[in-house]
């Protein structure tokens, strides 16, 4: 159990569009979940916390009207990202933890490969 | 703010060996959990190990095990009888007990990218 999927695990567009990435757990409900940034080599970066029912909890330095969080269920978040460009090309993982397990493990995604052209 | 430190950026072993992966972390809290996330070229991140401050004994999971040393603020990652598949990044992460069951985040380390020689 504990499977988190994450859609699409990769995505090639041009500058300027928005992108949707997707973020479900499929077999338990997940009042949280987490949204990742990783560059090549690099560590994992916290982006934000997604609250089912609220507004998301952004990191220090994360642009808000960039990455739009949505988490309107308890089994789905979505992580948009508006008018793309380059520097967002990056590798984007999701994370979820089972409600009312308190301080378990969180659950990864397989991650979305964004490359804006 | 708590941090983790990871101050292997690349290590390499034999296959068959047994090799340890360091890690430190600072905090003031008393009450927390440790892991180890293994990343292989797949970018998949995979629970490889969790230990509980309050726990004395170290975890163990298979040919994986933990030196926790918690007045040290240490969680070494051993791996005994190393396998090409363990291959991989290695992240240590940190994150705080929260009351309430609430979930907390995780902090992670620059990682360790371990290669398995055959």
């Known amino acids: 159990g504990a499977v988190v999927s994450q859609h699409p695990s990769w995505v090639i567009c041009k500058s300027g569009t928005s992108v949707k990435i997707e973020c479900r757990s499929l077999?338990?409900?997940?009042?949280?979940m987490f949204w990742y940034r990783q560059f090549p080599k690099q560590s994992l970066m916290l982006m934000a916390t997604s609250n089912e029912g609220s507004k998301a909890t952004y990191e220090q330095g994360v642009e808000k009207d960039k990455f739009l969080i949505n988490h309107a269920s308890l089994t789905l978040s979505t992580l948009t990202v508006t008018s793309a460009h380059p520097e967002d090309s990056s590798f984007y993982i999701c994370?979820?933890?089972?409600?009312?397990?308190?301080?378990?493990?969180?659950?990864f995604g397989d991650g979305t490969r964004l490359s804006i052209l | 703010a708590q941090t983790v430190t990871q101050s292997q950026p690349e290590m390499s072993v034999q296959e068959a060996e047994t090799v340890t992966l360091s890690c430190t972390y600072d905090t003031s809290e008393n009450n927390y959990y440790l892991f180890w996330y293994k990343q292989p070229p797949s970018r998949q991140m995979i629970l490889v190990i969790r230990?509980?401050?309050?726990?004395?004994q170290n975890a163990t999971e298979n040919r994986f095990s933990v030196n926790f040393q918690k007045a040290a603020k240490s969680f070494s990652l051993k791996i005994s009888d190393s396998q090409l598949g363990d291959t991989a990044m290695y992240f240590c992460?940190?994150?705080?007990?929260?009351?309430?069951?609430?979930?907390?985040?995780?902090?992670f380390g620059t990682g360790t990218l371990l290669a398995v020689q055959p």
């Open positions: 994370s979820a933890t089972r409600t009312g397990s308190s301080n378990q493990p969180q659950h």
């Open positions: 992460a940190f994150m705080n007990r929260v009351p309430g069951g609430a979930t907390n985040k995780l902090i």
């Open positions: 077999d338990f409900h997940a009042t949280t």
């Open positions: 230990q509980e401050a309050y726990k004395q």
